[in-house]
Nanobody, 123 residues
Framework: QVQLVESGGGLVQAGGSLRLSCAAS????????MAWYRQAPGKQRELVAT???????NYADSVKGRFTISTDSAQNTVYLQMNSLNPEDTGVYYC?????????????????WGQGTQVTVSS
């Protein structure tokens, strides 16, 4: 079926950079949108950034100007370039994708989650 695999998480010092990757594989007709979420310790999961198949992007206010979401459609992969990281960016980052597996009998979006990758930013 469909699987999302994240990579690129790790430990980085404040002010540093990190790039996360999420590759979707399996039976995929199309990917309408992909997104990154994160969950800090003791907090709810929050939306970080989204990108649609048309290239439209949205960012949480807390990451605007620092994070960039992009895709490689040929590889069904979404990236999150994170610059100027601070300790508040620490958390588990999750990839999410809105996927059409088959257009028949009707177009239907299904949402899939990656397993998450830990990002830790030290002071």
């Amino acid at each position: 079926q469909v699987q999302l695999v994240e990579s690129g998480g790790g430990l980085v010092q404040a002010g540093g950079s990190l790039r996360l990757s999420c590759a979707a594989s399996g039976s995929i007709f199309s990917i309408n949108a992909m997104a990154w979420y994160r969950q800090a310790p003791g907090k709810q999961r929050e939306l970080v950034a989204t990108i649609t198949s048309s290239g439209s992007t949205n960012y949480a206010d807390s990451v605007k100007g620092r994070f960039t979401i992009s895709t490689d459609s040929a590889q069904n992969t979404v990236y999150l370039q994170m610059n100027s990281l601070n300790p508040e960016d620490t958390g588990v980052y999750y990839c999410n994708a809105a996927i059409v597996i088959t257009p028949t009998p009707m177009f239907r979006l299904s949402y899939y989650w990656g397993q998450g990758t830990q990002v830790t930013v030290s002071s």
